[in-house]
């Protein structure tokens, strides 16, 4: 079941509500319960981003490694 949740999940879709739900926090105009559904829903696709970030790049370690001529690299060492 996991995986069918996962094989829907849209990344640029999650991306561009999470930028809405910032823009319409920011503008102020929300009530204080609604900046917490908001919040709520934020956190909840950050989560979402993050893991199917997780898993891309798992897959592209995958694939890299099956062609043998890689190594592998930390990508928390690349500088910008």
């Known amino acids: 079941m996991t995986k ?3 094989a829907t999940f849209d ?3 999650a991306l ?4 809405e739900l910032v823009s319409s926090m ?3 105009e929300l009530t204080l319960e609604e900046s917490l559904q908001a919040f709520e ?3 909840k696709l950050t989560r979402e981003c993050q893991s ?3 898993n891309a790049e798992q897959k592209v ?3 890299l490694n099956e062609n ?3 190594e592998e690299i930390d990508l928390d060492d690349v500088e910008e």
């Open 61 to 63: 370690q995958l694939l």
């Open 11 to 13: 990344f640029e879709q």
């Open 16 to 19: 561009e509500n999470l930028e």
């Open 26 to 28: 920011e503008d102020g």
């Open 41 to 43: 829903k934020g956190i």
């Open 52 to 54: 199917a970030l997780k």
């Open 4 to 6: 069918k949740k996962q």
């Open 68 to 70: 043998g001529d890689t």
